[in-house]
């Protein structure tokens, strides 16, 4: 870090794009293979503006899922827009795209899809949508880093993805975001919303934030980014040793195996069915913090349990939306290279001997 840090202190440029940060973004460009890759300070400012982008009517309707980070919902707001909220699949947790149907209105002009724990949307099913009813369709690829689909990127897919590179993902710049679209032409619009649209020193073409990542976080990046294959390896390790003992228990359902898709090894996402496992989710989840074991309940509460959306409807294909019955049942483990064996034999005994 120290090397990284004196090219700051010799350049003595901090931000505006600096060497480092020019050089992440490159690196970044390369490793996901798209041809636009902007970096931003943090992923909630790169999301507001790849709504921005795409340039929506005010006040027009941004179909999402609930189960997902505040942020979600709270960018389209930002953006004078208004999030509905339509239900996620069974079997994947991620928005279903019969429930985005009976969501769609007059007024609706973009799908916002969630890459939720890194599991993939159905891409193929929002897409059609999309292009049926001529809307936009944008990924909050936030758990989804590195992820592709048949060989290609994940962040090929709709008219943007937006990634979040916060000190808890596994590839992080301590803060920071990132915008990708399969278009090479795209780079210079979101240049000009990171910059307050500023184009040289006498000229500012459009209206912009300051969504510039300093070169602080972008040595961050450069630092992590060599580190995300062996960290990946160790949580596929993991991730096999999780399953080995929660496979055979009844009402314990893991993470979907998805055909195509390599794995994001960002999450390690269990759903607890108290009926048939004979306890909560929430009898575990705090059995394990007296171990001083802490899981997450993510996400719980959802988007439609906070009060700026709670009289937000959940439009499902089901009386009573999966995701209401799923947000009480999702706990994630530990899921990261400093589980110790004593802690996964801790966690077995809590899953297999009843604590």
């Known amino acids: 870090m120290h090397v990284l840090l004196r090219e700051v202190w010799d350049t003595r440029i901090l931000t505006n794009g600096g060497p480092l940060h020019e050089r992440l973004e490159s690196e970044l460009k390369n490793y996901l293979d798209v041809p636009t890759a902007m970096l931003f300070n943090n992923g909630t400012i790169a999301l507001l503006a790849a709504l921005k982008f ?12 609930p189960l997902t980070f505040a942020a979600t919902a709270h960018a389209i707001h930002w953006n004078g827009l208004v999030p509905v909220f ?6 994947t947790l991620t928005i279903e795209p019969e429930s985005v149907r009976r969501a769609i209105t007059a007024k609706t002009s973009a799908i916002l899809g ?20 001529g809307l936009q369709l944008i990924y909050d690829a936030a758990h989804a880093f ?28 301590a803060e920071g975001g990132l915008i990708t679209t399969g278009h090479a032409e795209d780079a210079e619009d979101l240049y000009y919303l990171r910059n307050f649209g500023i184009k040289n020193e006498d000229e500012v073409v459009s ?42 228990l009844p009402g314990i359902w893991l993470p979907p195996r998805q055909a195509g898709v390599s794995p ?10 108290p009926a048939l496992f004979k306890r909560s989710r929430d009898e575990i989840y705090q059995s394990l913090r007296q171990k001083e074991i802490f899981s997450r309940k993510y996400f719980h509460p959802i988007c439609t349990d ?18 209401e019955v799923v947000k009480s049942q999702v706990l994630c483990l530990p899921f990261h290279g400093g589980v110790t064996e004593e802690d996964i034999e801790d966690i077995r005994d809590e899953f297999c001997c009843g604590g």
């Open 54 to 65: 795409l340039d929506l009517p005010e006040g027009s309707e941004v179909i999402t899922t």
């Open 86 to 91: 339509a239900d996620v699949s069974p079997d």
């Open 114 to 133: 969630v890459h939720v724990y890194g599991t993939v949307c159905d891409l193929k099913g929002l897409q059609a949508i999309a292009d049926e009813h």
């Open 146 to 173: 590195g992820v592709t689909v048949d060989g290609q990127s994940i962040g090929l897919f709709g008219n943007a993805s937006v990634f979040s590179l916060h000190a808890t993902k596994l590839f992080n710049t």
């Open 207 to 248: 209206v912009g934030i300051n969504g510039k990542m300093n070169e602080l976080q972008a040595a961050m990046g450069l630092l992590n980014l060599p580190l995300v294959s062996e960290e990946k390896r160790v949580r596929s390790q993991l991730r096999e040793r999780y399953q080995d003992f929660l496979q055979p």
């Open 264 to 273: 994001s090894e960002q999450y390690f996402q269990i759903c607890i069915d």
């Open 306 to 323: 906070f009060e700026p959306y709670k009289n937000y409807p959940i439009h499902s294909v089901r009386n009573t939306p999966h995701v």
